[in-house]
């Protein structure tokens, strides 16, 4: 507060571009500044809420009362060049009238990808939640920001609630946590609260003149590690992938070699990234083993849990997560196996020590006054690397208050089964690999022309072409909808993904007769 | 594709501890797998469509259809802990039936701040547009993510169409973009894209072993330089604060001066980052100026113009932002100005050498097949530190098509003529300082007892205190919402920023006989 500016006097109108003379009363309340009359709202607010009323009936009829209905296709597909021909894409000059935006909005819907079709197997996310579904539409009407309580009260409260009983389940006494735009930014985050907790001047002085740092994660990891590593200016390199077994799983002995290896190489290991529900074999990494080494070498242990956190919910499934509890953070995304709606992720730090805090914060002045009228500590915006900030916990809170925990625990073993049914339908023709103890199945479908083929490189080679073909007759068709890759050495297999609760054991038995009628030519 | 694995056979069932016996038709078409009957979905679509609708008609009648009513307050005012105990916040091991959630739905409202009421001026956001509000249901209802053309089809090609509309009104030829969640994850991307060509080899490597990298950016910057230079393992040391004049611009000379100083230091630099919109003031800086300097020293120019950059879309004020089309890159949040909903923020860059996606890709299989039976140049999402990401760009889109250019620039020129009005009407008590070129109007208010004091130390330290009791007498008054700050050496002043064309003139009278009202007393 030392020197401030010497106090002006009230504006000299004389002194500015703008003519006093322009201020007149030209009708009722009218003034004319800068060429604009200001005269009452410019928006048409009851033509505005008719043009909602509209749109949000067709979004009723077209998406979610479709929904459910398997008889709809998944995707009416259009090449690019031909979507675009499609669809009216230009911004104009000028504005269009109501009922044709309307019909815009029947078009955008036609050729979107029916995510909440009860055959979408495509991603880890799918199906229609109608109370988080809610709680978006009223977040969207609201248009709230989550930095600072006087802004955003409820959704600050809510938020934090969320974030203790998520810690509950993950099994710390205490802990912190923050919403974050997906689970590669909460990737991120971890990475760089690691890295802050093994060397704070960091953050002020940066990683040059530093030893390399490098961390450690499995091979089946997701790729945002990748991202991360060279986002945050470590390198991709120094990030040191550790072999898994055959299905997916982090092998501990490796890891604690790899972590030899670095320390012999004059590096700074820090962090261990372990996964909870890999994204394409759904594998879990013995958390309780690799905890063991980090506590050795005194590592952070970060689990990325994105897509299996979910599983902490179900009482029989939780197990797969044994362990978790020994982790510095946890990635957990409600959005995928709990439907809370792209994006809904948390990034949760043990202990309440506030390191997020200490870590992230720039203690901006326009937001964070230290002299406001309430407790300050609610405004939790500078925990963040954003600034505006959606309130994603809402969506996930509303939820669980719709169906309790049992009903969240309901539905994760419903999916689980419902992916094991599959699995154990797999018959002539389908070859399984990898876990099975996920959402996840992965396999190979052999047409019959290869059936009787030897393993050879001939055989593979062909293999590698099959699923490209059936996915695209699938698209082409709007059957279904369901996610092929070549990985680590694999050619080409699917991966079906089972979490909606809007999913028959039909749908499954669907499933495999449609592969099996779209690639029996193969 | 070498040494794949042995092809299992279809899965034994006796291997596994699911008793085949446990699948029995207990019911129609009912099958048990793991304790679970599998018999059609657990999701009762009847009742969920019933609760959306219930509930769009509260969100219509007490957010929507509020809005444009003055006579409503801003906010009903509660205290964290008292706020907790009026909310249910507790998450239950059973669910809630429809009536208790939907009056849940109704606290949620009646307690948040209603940041569509005409008198919200708090944040640099405000405002309804029925336009983008309608995009947004549709995208919650779809539910997408945008990384590949088969899952998002529309959207991505929406979004292609919008950043080519954006590049058009920065100036540039050709350019390349991407929506992402917020202006300071932009200017992340930004710093990171500067990095990358400055030393591509940075995003294997990593900074470690590397020359002290050097940015430079206005003391009166955004704080989230500071954050992404902490987070990109840069360091906020690293960031060089240029003075500004006293309208908040960034002095050039003094730029030089840091600049030539880095090089004597015998650090890196390689960014400045400039801002046209200042957060506090709505300052921009000479950007031709500053593009001189960088090119003259081969530094990489980013446009912070989160705030500032809407002004392109008016033809009288677009010259605010002179010499924009020589930056490098550009950050701007049509979510702003332009009330396109939280949050809709693209980070532009100059030219299309692929340079986002060669900096940020991870070529992760799983999504970025290269055997499609589509042009995979459509699927962008590795251009993103993303995996899910949010379709941003279909809202500023849809109000686009509605208002046309002309209707956007309308809105512009109607805020900043708005803001300009309200500058005119400061009268005796309210000291303006900063700038005026913008919407947003800087100034104290000086209660009559401090109005003949001298400005001495005890006048500052006492109007320092003022517009913090004002602020929350208007909080708990609800007339309406309006942010103040201490910033760089000046004590606690009112920041007003006119947004929305829900505002009228009327709304700038009574601010002012507002404050007048509730602090003439101290």
Redesign the interface.
Known sequence: ???????????D?TL?D?NKQE?LQRKK?A?L????F??????D?R???K???D??KI??EE???K??DVTEKV?E????EK??KL?D????????PHQQ?LQ??QD??R??????H?RFF??L?A??D??S??A???T??????VYT???????L??EE??LK?MIEFIGWNEGDGIFN?????SN?YAM?LA?YKYCPE????????????VLFTSEEC???M??A??????????VYFIKTD?RGKMIPEELEKQVQRARKEGAAPFLVSATAGT??LGAFDPLDKIADICEKYGLWLHVDASWGGSALMSR?HRKLLHGIHRADSVAWNP?KMLMA???CCALLAKNNLDLLKKC?S??????F?Q?????VS?DTGDKS??????PDA?KF??T????????LE??V??A???A??F??K???G????GG?EYANICF?Y?PPSLRDME?GAEF??KL??VA?VI??RM?KKGSM?L?????L????FF?QVVI???????DMDFLLDEIDLLGRDL
């Open positions: 507060m030392n020197s401030p500016p010497p106090l002006k006097q009230a504006p109108f500015f703008i201020m309340n003034v500044v800068d060429g604009v200001l005269n009452g709202p410019i928006a607010a033509a505005g809420e043009f909602v009323e749109a949000c979004i009723m998406v979610i009362q929904a459910a995707c597909w259009q090449p690019p979507l675009k669809l894409l230009e911004m104009r000059d000028t504005g269009e935006l815009l909005c955008v819907i050729y979107s990808v029916k995510t909440n009860p495509n991603q996310y199906g229609i109608y109370y579904l809610v978006r539409f009223i969207e009407a609201l248009n709230p920001s309580y006087e802004v955003s009260p409820v959704f409260l809510v609630a969320v009983k735009p997906g689970g590669s930014v991120m760089n890295r960091i953050k002020e002085k940066g990683l040059s003149g530093l030893p390399r740092l997701h790729y945002s990748k991202k590593a060279s986002f945050l200016g470590i390198g991709t390199q120094n055959e994204t394409v029989k959005h709606g792209i994006q992230y720039a203690n901006a002045s326009y937001l006054q002299d406001k009228f309430y407790d609610y690397i954003q600034c505006s900030r959606r809402f809170w509303m669980w208050k719709a169906l309790g925990t049992t009903g309901e539905r073993n419903r689980l089964a419902l094991r049914y699995y154990l797999l018959r002539l389908f070859f399984w690999f099975r190979w052999i393993e593979w080679e590698h072409h490209p996915k695209e698209m909808m996610g092929y890759q070549p990985h050495g694999k050619v080409n991966r909606s609760p809007q999913v028959r054991r039909e």
